[in-house]
């Protein structure tokens, strides 16, 4: 069984398109988020939910927007993607100490 | 600006011997710290993790130090073994906030 998963796990598609991604735990945690590794292999936090609740929210660009239906979800949804969203993308969770990640979306923008 | 830096962007050791990975940390207000393990076209996967009113946490092979007046830490990996062959990162994080900031990895390789 899956503790986080994620998909697609790879996403090639041109500049201005808008892309989804998706990411699922079976943990019971309440926290979710998701990170950037970017080509200089930087994990960054990108979004944090608890409880469908947004409680961090990075210097990300609007065109980026998570959404939580429920607990066990959280999507990202990005809108007119751009060269530079290229990136591994991983989904997290977490219950009351260290975070759980998925396998991760490698996004490359062409 | 780097919070928490690996300044050896890779280590190779013979199988066997031990793994010594570092850690810095400029944030004085970090009181968690945690190593996670990553394979190529996996996620990172938890390793071990050390509070700040500690200097040593230990799981079987794998034993975390933490410094705080230097602001460093240290993942030893004895006796090494082929499958510890992985991409090590360092994170730490404040009590009151789940952001976990990470350092840029180290890719160890244990060779037999």
């Known amino acids: 069984d899956t503790a986080v998963s994620q998909t697609p796990k790879y996403l090639v598609t041109q500049m201005g398109n808008d892309k989804s991604i998706k990411c699922e735990q079976n943990?019971?945690?309440?926290?979710m988020y998701w990170y950037k590794q970017d080509s200089k292999k930087f994990l960054k936090i990108m979004f944090s939910?608890?409880?469908?609740?947004?409680?961090i929210n990075e210097t990300v660009p609007n065109r980026f927007s998570p959404k939580s239906p429920d607990k066990a979800h959280l999507n990202l949804h990005i809108n007119s993607l751009e060269l530079g969203d290229s990136a591994v993308y991983f989904c997290?969770?977490?219950?009351?100490?260290?975070?759980?990640f998925g396998p991760g979306t490698r996004l490359t923008v062409l | 600006d780097q919070q928490v830096k690996q300044n050896s962007p890779s280590l190779s050791v013979q199988e066997g011997r031990i793994s010594i990975l570092n850690c810095d940390y400029t944030?004085?207000?970090?009181?968690?710290f945690l190593w996670y393990k990553k394979y190529p076209a996996e996620g990172p996967t938890f390793l071990i993790s050390i509070s700040s009113i500690k200097d040593k946490n230990e799981d079987g092979r794998f034993t975390v130090f933490l410094n705080k007046s230097a602001k460093h830490l240290s993942l030893h990996i004895v006796p090494s073994q082929p499958g510890d062959s992985a991409v090590y990162f360092c994170a730490a994080n404040s009590y009151n906030t789940d952001k976990l900031i990470f350092g840029t990895g180290t890719r160890l390789q244990v060779f037999p």
């Open positions: 939910y608890n409880n469908k609740e947004l409680i």
């Open positions: 944030n004085s207000m970090f009181d968690y």
């Open positions: 997290a969770s977490s219950g009351r100490g260290e975070q759980f």
């Open positions: 943990l019971g945690h309440d926290t």
